[in-house]
């Protein structure tokens, strides 16, 4: 990782206070961890529990001392104009967003794509070490950032494969912007990689 960097890493109550202690035990400062709170979440079939209904997501930065980039101004007007809460009520995948094969842990591309609208800014590398079906890389491409992608099962490097050939079609990529969710209107998401400066070469971000 670049020296101002980020990373962000998803987890559920199982694994994500591990994660925290390792990240602090690293010397990477916490900056946030990001609720989603899924707006349909499947139900619990043993009725013994509360439904799982969100997931959490550590974003942290490697240098206590170079700063982070944090587009604040989008964030607020994504919410309405207040600032962005830490608190993301996005739906669980669609399917539209499967239209490649079936990833078992697939995130939505609205999830990722404000992670990334947040956190870098364009051509931005951004590095997906767990990739799955390269969600992140999709986001990424269609917000007009690089993208490096690892997994270690061919099954899910060829969805990704297909997901990355399907976007290179411009009317299907518009198409997919458009139905992103998490903006305040279809048009926004386009408008708003429009007005971005085209050759910013911004910070890395690692997922
Ligand atoms: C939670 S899934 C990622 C899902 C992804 N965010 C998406 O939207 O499709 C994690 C992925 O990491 C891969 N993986 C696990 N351990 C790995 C390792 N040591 N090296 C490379 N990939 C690994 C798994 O094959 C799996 O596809």
């Known amino acids: ?3 101002n960097a980020t990373i962000w890493i998803s987890g559920t109550m199982h694994n994500i206070f591990s994660i ?35 997931e ?20 607020k ?22 239209s490649c094969g079936k990833h078992p842990t697939q995130k939505p591309l609205s999830v990722l794509t404000r992670i990334i609208l947040a956190s870098t800014k364009p051509n931005a590398w951004i590095l997906d070490p767990f990739a ?3 969600t992140t890389g999709i986001a990424a491409n269609l ?3 690089r993208y490096l992608g690892i997994d270690m099962e061919k099954e899910f490097l060829n969805i990704s494969k297909n ?12 198409k997919y912007k458009e139905k992103i969710n998490g903006f305040n209107n279809k048009k926004e ?3 708003f990689l429009l007005d971005e400066p085209k050759e910013e070469y911004g910070n890395e971000l690692i997922l």
Not at 163 to 174: D, F, G, P, S, V
Request: aromatic residues 10%; charged residues 25%.
């Open 189 to 191: 998401l386009e408008l």
């Open 20 to 54: 925290g202690q390792i990240l602090t035990e690293l010397n990477f400062r916490i900056l946030n961890v990001v609720t989603w709170e899924k707006s349909n979440p499947p139900p619990n079939f043993s009725c013994r529990f509360f439904t799982h209904s969100t």
């Open 56 to 75: 959490q997501i550590i974003w942290a930065r490697k240098s206590d001392k170079v700063p982070h980039y944090y587009n604040y101004e989008l964030m």
């Open 132 to 134: 799955g079906s390269s």
């Open 143 to 145: 917000a007009n950032r």
């Open 163 to 174: 997901r990355k050939l399907e976007i290179e079609n411009k009317i299907t990529a518009a």
């Open 1 to 3: 990782m670049k020296e």
């Open 77 to 98: 007007q994504l919410n309405g104009g207040k600032q962005m809460k830490d608190v993301w009520k996005l739906p669980a995948i669609a399917p539209w967003e499967k």
